[in-house]
């Protein structure tokens, strides 16, 4: 059966209404997109930069940033999703450090590290400016709640594009779904964006209250939940005319959750690149 997926795993998948599927991998160390193209991703769906540029000492520099990304983009035919810094919480990084916090998965985690201190942030941008005149980078902000904060986070990158010439024209801009509030208001926190990807990590451990890696309530700690699902069916259903939908969380690896997942509306999966080929597989069967 694995082998077969995976004479299958470059071809697109269709569904019965024509409509296409992409899957796309999750992306953290450099290493992860060896063999992408071989493996029939489609694009990289989640670059997680606070696992990339972990090993470095110091921030990495925009030029140096942009030179990772057009890195990754050459790995792979299709689009390529940078997400911002998602440092705090289960991923801190020496460079930007935080305060402790008595809840820190409630605390300063994300987009919202950079409240008090943008900087960082911006260059960020800027190197996704940078990178996005030469290959096909989209960008995606972490750990949103309410639609001011995509506000906020585009007027960031109106900054880091006034530094860099402009924000390319067609760059595409998404948010995570990661945070229940911002699946509940989703067409608001979409309404300038072209995409949303939806972090079933999180979500669900916001959702159940139980905290990710906490071994005691790991059980509560089910992306298929039927509560965790109808949120999912509500951000395909809101979202607005011409967003697209994705999945970034590591269910969208399981195959028989995908295919639950896609039939709820979703049209990207971004999953880890040994998954790729079962998924495809798995989907092709609906
Ligand atoms: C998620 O929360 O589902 C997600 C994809 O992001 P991370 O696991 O990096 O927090
Ligand atoms: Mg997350």
Same mark, same amino acid.
């Given at each position: 059966e694995r082998e077969q997926a995976e004479a299958a795993a470059g071809d697109p998948v269709v569904l019965g209404d024509g409509s296409a599927v992409h899957v796309v991998a999750n992306v953290g160390a450099a290493t992860d997109a060896n063999g992408l193209r071989e493996s029939g991703a489609d694009g990289i769906g989640l670059v997680r930069t606070e696992v990339l540029f972990a090993d470095l000492p110091e921030l990495p520099s925009v030029e140096q940033q942009t030179a990772a990304f057009?890195?990754? /983009?050459?790995a792979v035919d299709g689009p390529v999703t940078i997400r911002t810094w998602d440092v705090?919480?289960?991923?801190?990084?020496?460079?930007? /450090?935080?305060a402790p916090e008595d809840n820190p998965f409630l605390g300063a985690r994300g987009l919202r590290v950079f409240r008090t201190g943008p900087e960082p942030l911006v260059q960020q941008l800027q190197a996704v400016c940078r990178?996005?005149?030469?290959a096909p980078v989209r960008v995606m902000f972490p750990m949103v709640s309410r639609p001011d904060e995509v506000d906020w986070a585009l007027a960031r990158l109106a900054e880091a594009g006034d530094?860099?010439?402009? !924000?390319?024209?067609?760059l595409a !801009?998404?948010?995570?779904?990661e945070v229940p509030a911002a699946a509940l208001r989703v067409a608001? !926190?979409?309404?300038?964006?072209?995409? !949303?990807?939806?972090?079933?990590?999180d979500l669900t451990q916001y959702v159940m209250a139980a905290g990710?890696?906490?071994?005691?309530?790991?059980?509560?700690?089910?992306?298929?939940?039927?509560?965790?699902?109808?949120l999912v069916a509500l951000v395909c259903d809101e979202v607005g005319p011409g967003v697209d939908v994705a999945v970034c969380g590591d269910a969208a690896s399981r195959p028989e959750v995908a295919a639950r997942l896609v039939a709820l509306g979703v049209r990207?999966?971004?999953?880890s690149p040994p998954a790729i080929p079962l998924v495809k597989a798995a989907l092709r069967g609906q």
């Open positions: 057009l890195d990754l /983009a050459g705090g919480a289960d991923k801190p990084l020496p460079f930007l /450090a935080i990178a996005a005149r030469e530094r860099e010439g402009g !924000v390319p024209p067609g !801009v998404g948010a995570m779904v608001e !926190v979409a309404r300038r964006l072209s995409f !949303v990807s939806i972090g079933t990590n990710r890696g906490n071994e005691a309530v790991q059980d509560l700690l089910d992306p298929a939940d039927p509560a965790v699902l109808r990207e999966l971004s999953v």
